[in-house]
């Protein structure tokens, strides 16, 4: 398997404004041949760094990329350090001169004497045209290795890639196939999913899995090799399917979805319509569930009570529910949401009511103290949480959990029916 | 001038999907104080390299910052490469441990065996808490440099940076002070921002000015840089005092606020209470009111309702209203602004309603098209907005235009008052 590193060149990208993004369409392509970008660099006009950068990863790596640097101004440096770290000069070449003096004639300009620096390239490399733009590209090799030198406009680098040296990387990568899949896992641990699918994951050779946590769910990313697509996709079925019988329902998506997305899809194939009955998360789940295109088939409206009164109100909660049980409580979560489906006329109802803090926490009831509450035409239960974190994420795992206790319902009641 | 560089470790960050963006952060941060960063590496699971990656940055740089690879799964490999690179041991903390294990027995978990390499620090390092997750941070000393081995998630990493980390970098770089400061605008497009104001800040020396545009606003950063707080300070101040004089109400925050944080205060200000009745942003306004710690104190309930039924039951909108003049209509808006006022109590009220798309769509209301309400004691008035962009965009900006709507009606009552 190739390995490859990819440099960006400019100080713009080491500002706090800017980052490097050319490398994700780079990968993109590279993981498609089963090359692997190992290291990417960002570094600025500064040639001494530069040129260490471009040695080290010659040193590392089978294709190196680099982007950006290659324009006519004093700071454009990757040209000279580029020939430097593989040792070889700069070759000038006249045909590149006159070809850029009739660009700017073009363009209706005098073409400015720094521009002549375009027309120096790397001795024995291949000059790559580049029709969107007046610096040209370079490919070298250094023995087995390739040093690709690609200016940083997307639309300039981009089609250059596509063009002159995507072809030639295939080529030397042999015959690689890479399927890559996605599995988000929710209501548990990163430790405790690795537990479960390790002995999974670690029983294939040309599979690589990493464990992603994000703030509420986890995401297992699977890539397998193999010499032909029909290979590669078996092995990520198979490993799926594992993963699913360990897992179970806990992992919501084999598709890289969101849990508005899957929960969407589940009522939309039952025919189902939903309402939300919101407290501390404020109108989150709302905008979450409708986030997805097309969701007015299914969502009918949302309720956000922050008030007591506005509770009892909006969602026909008997008052003595809240005097009893307070409004953070088992009680008022199955009541708002047997509230908000009865005066809405939807087929299930959720709610939630909590604690998000900073403040509002007592000793009974901390802060992240979040009750649960989901109404279907069989009754209503609820379930009580209580999240770490700050108010933004205590806000955003009760949506997580809340999305999530609705989709476990629904596929309880699809398999008992 | 310290030198810095940043090194983001996980194999996510190498795929074609994420990119670092914790060194965006880090940067400001380092800039404030006059640290330049003039290289960032990300790098993969991967021992060799990432020991490689941090060992040279630290021969070349003052402050090495690496993110990320702290977690308790097998790919989390900082701890031991970073040792290894400044060629320390990694030493057992026992009450590392039984802090780790207290955490796990509070969310009412056992901890899983592998979170003991949590325990582990570089011999030497001083042990950063992190009140946020499991992973603690290093900061180690190597002669006169700094190595910091942060976790990656955000909000673990930029408390400890702040609390742990920062002080002691400025401290050795010395007196160089920079003063920053965030505009944030509405309103306008980047290149009118930048026309309007460019005759301000070019006719500074050491004032560095950038302007960003992010999805629904302008950010103008401007840094200035002086041998003292003060005379920094003054020119911040200048800046920001004759931009204001030509942009006036456009710009709703100084201070790098939210729209929502800027108009929480200004209801609070002036003891006032809003509700909110949506239909397209589907609750994203009542979450985005709501994000703001505080916020019950002035935000009494949201309405979402997607269906015409739901607007005449929930906001008692006048039935021939909608169907004389649609749902996506000024006066649908302003009875849904009106309607919320009076069935919440609430002192103003907002509402929204749109097309965000994809489908939806006529020539007559193409998507995008959007409707702001707007309600108080003296009335109702509205506003028709085209947006561009995509769902999540279109949502978006009406999201903002709504609240930046009550913002400039709140202030111009201000000033009439």
């Given at each position: 398997?190739?390995?490859?590193?990819?440099?960006?060149?400019?100080?713009?990208?080491?500002?706090?404004?800017?980052?490097?993004?050319?490398?994700?369409?780079?990968?993109?392509?590279?993981?498609?041949?089963?090359?692997?970008?190992?290291?990417?660099?960002?570094?600025?006009?500064?040639?001494?760094?530069?040129?260490?950068?471009?040695?080290?990863?010659?040193?590392?790596?089978?294709?190196?990329?680099?982007?950006?640097?290659?324009?006519?101004?004093?700071?454009?440096?990757?040209?000279?350090?580029?020939?430097?770290?593989?040792?070889?000069?700069?070759?000038?070449?006249?045909?590149?001169?006159?070809?850029?003096?009739?660009?700017?004639?073009?363009?209706?300009?005098?073409?400015?004497?720094?521009?002549?620096?375009?027309?120096?390239?790397?001795?024995?490399?291949?000059?790559?045209?580049?029709?969107?733009?007046?610096?040209?590209?370079?490919?070298?090799?250094?023995?087995?290795?390739?040093?690709?030198?690609?200016?940083?406009?997307?639309?300039?680098?981009?089609?250059?890639?596509?063009?002159?040296?995507?072809?030639?990387?295939?080529?030397?990568?042999?015959?690689?196939?890479?399927?890559?899949?996605?599995?988000?896992?929710?209501?548990?641990?990163?430790?405790?999913?690795?537990?479960?699918?390790?002995?999974?994951?670690?029983?294939?050779?040309?599979?690589?899995?990493?464990?992603?946590?994000?703030?509420?769910?986890?995401?297992?990313?699977?890539?397998?090799?193999?010499?032909?697509?029909?290979?590669?996709?078996?092995?990520?079925?198979?490993?799926?399917?594992?993963?699913?019988d360990v897992l179970g329902d806990a992992v919501f998506s084999t598709d890289n979805e969101t849990m508005e997305q899957v929960l969407g899809k589940i009522l939309t194939k039952r025919g189902l319509t939903i309402s939300t009955a919101e407290s501390c998360t404020g109108g989150l789940i709302s905008r979450r569930l409708t986030e997805v295109p097309g969701s007015s088939k299914y969502f009918l409206e949302g309720v956000v009570s922050y008030s007591n009164e506005a509770k009892i109100r909006l969602l026909n909660i008997p008052s003595k529910t809240i005097e009893m049980h307070g409004a953070v409580s088992a009680e008022t979560a199955e009541a708002m949401a047997k509230g908000m489906r009865e005066v809405s006329g939807s087929d299930v109802a959720l709610s939630v009511t909590g604690i998000a803090g900073p403040d509002g926490g007592t000793p009974e009831k901390p802060v992240g103290t979040v009750f649960i509450g989901y109404s279907d035409t069989h009754g209503e239960m609820s379930r009580k949480f209580l999240f770490p974190g700050d108010r933004y994420l205590i806000r955003w795992r009760s949506s997580q959990a809340a999305l999530d206790y609705v989709r476990r319902r629904l596929l309880a009641a699809a398999k008992n029916a």
């Open positions: 398997m190739l390995t490859a590193e990819i440099i960006a060149i400019g100080s713009e990208l080491l500002t706090p404004e800017k980052t490097d993004t050319n490398s994700l369409w780079l990968t993109g392509r590279l993981n498609e041949i089963g090359v692997e970008v190992k290291l990417k660099t960002i570094v600025g006009d500064d040639a001494a760094r530069l040129e260490e950068a471009i040695a080290d990863a010659v040193k590392r790596s089978d294709v190196i990329i680099t982007t950006g640097g290659l324009g006519p101004t004093e700071d454009d440096i990757t040209r000279r350090c580029s020939a430097n770290a593989i040792g070889r000069e700069l070759v000038y070449h006249e045909e590149l001169e006159a070809h850029l003096r009739e660009r700017f004639r073009l363009w209706g300009r005098e073409m400015p004497e720094i521009n002549k620096r375009q027309a120096y390239v790397i001795d024995g490399a291949e000059i790559l045209p580049n029709p969107n733009g007046s610096a040209v590209g370079m490919l070298a090799k250094i023995d087995e290795k390739f040093l690709a030198v690609l200016p940083g406009p997307p639309r300039e680098n981009q089609p250059m890639f596509d063009n002159y040296v995507f072809a030639k990387l295939k080529e030397s990568a042999g015959n690689v196939i890479v399927k890559r899949r996605v599995l988000r896992v929710t209501g548990y641990g990163e430790s405790a999913v690795d537990e479960l699918i390790a002995p999974i994951y670690t029983s294939y050779q040309n599979l690589d899995t990493s464990i992603l946590f994000t703030k509420s769910e986890i995401e297992v990313h699977l890539a397998a090799r193999a010499d032909s697509d029909g290979k590669a996709s078996v092995v990520v079925e198979e490993v799926t399917k594992k993963i699913l």
